[in-house]
Each structure stands twice: as structure tokens, then as C-alpha cells.
């Protein structure tokens, strides 16, 4: 059974902070997407990566992909409260039907 | 270019009843997957539909079923509703099965379902 697993669960942080999010599995995966969801909305894609040992920048976000495209983590550079949200990771199934998702992390940001 | 919709947004429902959620695929989207997610968890795949036809089935009993439409909409139906289904019911939209961006979803805001 493909399973992620996501550490920390919960994560409350000031303003200006910097965190990390990881995103853990026994299984190899073709390629891992994060996505961020909002109270009351549906999950929107942050970023793909594929390649093992691939790291990716969204402005203050930075992505990187395990080389054994394992493990996947999401960095976050001077938290903003705009960053509050769930932090989903999520991985292609097996059968290439279905994104299995990891618990995800919820973020909170004060100022 | 049009997101994906839903509908209800909200319903509440008691032990037994059946419900119909509604989903408008992404322009130029033609594979349609339904999520629940329940408080505190990630989404959990119940099924996908491409060309009309399931094309992948998460574990979730024969009561949970679906169908799309030729428009690429689609259905999700639930029946004898029990407690445990509250949860949020998430429909997503992406591209051919198969291709390179087949596993980006684009999601709707999803339907709240209560049961009591």
C-alpha cells in the first residue's frame, strides 16, 4: 500500500519565520505534487516535481524532491499570514488513476 | 476558461437517505475524480470517470456510486447514508488519462455533507 506521510501535523509560527514541511514515503513515486488548501475551498496545485533531487522555487516556497523520489519537502521562507492554510502532498497511484494524499499539515502564520 | 463547480455546496441529510452531488469539469478537462476528505485528513480517492466510464475505484463500498455525462460532467450518489460519510466531497477535473498533466487535478470548493 502507497502511504505519505506528513510531519508536523499542525504548525503555528510568527510572522517573518522560516519552516519546513516533509513529506515522507517507503513507496518510489513517479512524481509528487504539493498543494495548498484554504478553510471552505477545494485544493489548488502549488507544484509537480519529477525528476529525483529536483528543487523548485515559487517565489518564498522551495520544493525539492528525495533522489529516490521518496520524500519530497516544502520550505518556506519569512512566513506571512497569507501562507496560513492545509499543506497537502500527494503522489500518482500505481495505476496512474488517483492521487493518494498524505494528512497534511495546517500552517498558521500570526502577526 | 471556466473552473470546476459544484453543487450543493451544503446539505444535510439523516441515517439512510441518498444524496446527489453535482460536477462541472474544467473546460477542456475530460476525466473527472471524486474525493472525500474527511475533518483533519487528507483527500481520499472514491473514483474516477473517463469517456463515461469508471476508470479506477478507491476503496469505498458498492453504495458510493457515480456516472459522467457526455458533456464530461459528472455524479457522485451515496446511498443509506451513514454517520461516518460527513465529510467534504471533493470533484476534480484534469486533463486526457495518460498524458504528462493527467495527475493535475483542478479541484472545486466541494459539497459539505452532514449526516445526522
Known amino acids: 500500500t502507497q502511504l505519505l506521510e506528513q510531519s508536523p501535523q499542525f504548525l503555528s509560527i510568527q510572522e517573518g519565520e522560516n519552516l519546513t514541511v516533509y513529506c515522507n514515503s517507503s513507496?518510489?513515486?513517479?512524481?509528487l505534487q504539493w498543494y495548498r488548501q484554504e478553510p471552505g475551498e477545494g485544493p489548488v496545485l502549488l507544484v509537480t516535481?519529477?525528476?529525483?533531487?529536483e528543487v523548485k522555487k515559487l517565489k518564498r516556497l522551495t520544493f525539492q524532491f528525495g533522489d529516490a523520489r521518496k520524500d519530497s519537502s516544502l520550505h518556506i521562507t519569512a512566513a506571512q499570514p497569507g501562507d496560513t492554510g492545509l499543506y497537502l502532498c500527494?503522489?500518482?497511484?500505481?495505476?496512474?488513476?488517483?492521487?493518494?494524499f498524505g494528512k497534511g499539515t495546517t500552517l498558521s502564520v500570526s502577526s | 476558461e471556466t473552473g470546476v463547480t459544484q453543487s450543493p455546496t451544503h446539505l444535510i441529510k439523516t441515517r439512510g437517505q441518498q444524496v446527489t452531488l453535482r460536477c462541472s469539469s474544467q473546460?477542456?478537462?475530460?476525466?473527472v475524480s471524486w474525493y472525500q476528505q474527511a475533518l483533519g485528513q487528507g483527500p481520499q480517492f472514491i473514483f474516477q470517470?473517463?469517456?463515461?466510464?469508471?476508470?479506477g475505484r478507491g476503496n469505498f463500498p458498492p453504495r458510493f456510486s457515480g456516472l459522467q455525462f457526455p458533456n464530461y460532467s459528472s455524479e457522485l450518489n451515496v446511498n443509506a447514508l451513514e454517520l461516518d460519510d460527513s465529510a467534504l466531497y471533493l470533484c476534480?477535473?484534469?486533463?486526457?488519462?495518460?498524458?504528462?498533466?493527467?495527475?493535475?487535478?483542478?479541484f472545486g470548493e466541494g459539497s459539505r455533507l452532514t449526516v445526522l
Open positions: 476534480a477535473s484534469s486533463l486526457d488519462v495518460g498524458t504528462p498533466k493527467a495527475g493535475e487535478l483542478f
Open positions: 470517470y473517463y469517456r463515461e466510464e469508471e476508470n
Open positions: 473546460s477542456g478537462h475530460n476525466t
Open positions: 516535481v519529477v525528476t529525483g533531487g
Open positions: 500527494a503522489g500518482v497511484n500505481q495505476a496512474g488513476t488517483a492521487l493518494i
Open positions: 513507496s518510489v513515486f513517479s512524481s
